[in-house]
T-cell receptor, first 113, second 113 residues
Framework: IAGITQAPTSQILAAGRRMTLRCTQD?????MYWYRQDLGLGLRLIHY???????GKGEVPDGYSVSRANTDDFPLTLASAVPSQTSVYFC????????????FGPGTRLTVL | GENVEQHPSTLSVQEGDSAVIKCTYS??????FPWYKQELGKRPQLIID?????GEKKDQRIAVTLNKTAKHFSLHITETQPEDSAVYFC????????????FGKGTHLIIQP
């Protein structure tokens, strides 16, 4: 059992390019989340999904989109990357759509030049 | 939306002493308050959480207290050990965290030998 996996581990991207960060969980968790972590700012919620087929906006959604076609996968897409999107991105999941303990993936370090 | 303030940003204590980290929140509807520990280069991991119907919760050397009236909650670590050195994040959410967490900016805890 892998838990939550994220890919890629790290990526350097030219500004203006499109990029999709992948997140997969094998725990059959209902809810999934995307956070970005910047030094001195902690973790900030980008988007979330309580169940497959539904998504919601978090604190910093601009420039990002998500989809939840099935229970296991929750990809995060940057349509046209900008340097301010340089960050460490963490995916998380919760067993219940009603909340509870969030389990985090290993993170993706993204650098936009 | 919710706003979580966390203090101090850095805390240095002697091994064996106690450490206290404090957080305040703004949304009176918040009812779920987890604490995460993050070691350098690793993912955040839940160490303890508390819900709004409880004033205190303990797990071995770790305890969390919640004052709903004042809208603040604290993490207490007793008999600190070198492996307690890490960054600690508090978070708050309404709805049990179903729509994501709002995090504080973190406290870097340093255990001096």
């Amino acid at each position: 059992i892998a838990g939550i996996t994220q890919a890629p581990t790290s990526q350097i991207l030219a500004a203006g390019r499109r990029m999709t960060l992948r997140c997969t969980q094998d725990m059959r968790h209902n809810a999934m989340y995307w956070y970005r972590q910047d030094l001195g700012l902690g973790l900030r919620l980008i988007h979330y999904s309580n169940t497959a087929g539904t998504t919601g906006k978090g604190e910093v959604p601009d420039g990002y989109s998500v989809s939840r076609a099935n229970t296991d996968d929750f990809p995060l897409t940057l349509a046209s990357a900008v340097p301010s999107q340089t960050s460490v991105y963490f995916c998380a999941s919760t067993a219940s759509a009603g909340g509870g303990t969030q389990y985090f993936g290993p993170g993706t370090r993204l650098t936009v030049l | 939306g919710e706003n979580v303030e966390q203090h101090p940003s850095t805390l240095s204590v002697q091994e064996g002493d106690s450490a206290v980290i404090k957080c305040t929140y703004s949304d009176s509807a918040s009812n779920y308050f987890p604490w995460y520990k993050q070691e350098l280069g690793k993912r955040p991991q839940l160490i303890i959480d508390i819900r709004s119907n409880v004033g205190e919760k303990k797990d071995q050397r770790i305890a969390v207290t919640l004052n709903k009236t004042a809208k603040h909650f604290s993490l207490h670590i007793t008999e600190t050990q070198p492996e307690d050195s890490a960054v600690y994040f508090c978070a708050a959410s309404s709805g049990g965290g179903a729509d994501g967490l709002t995090f504080g900016k973190g406290t870097h805890l340093i255990i001096q030998p």
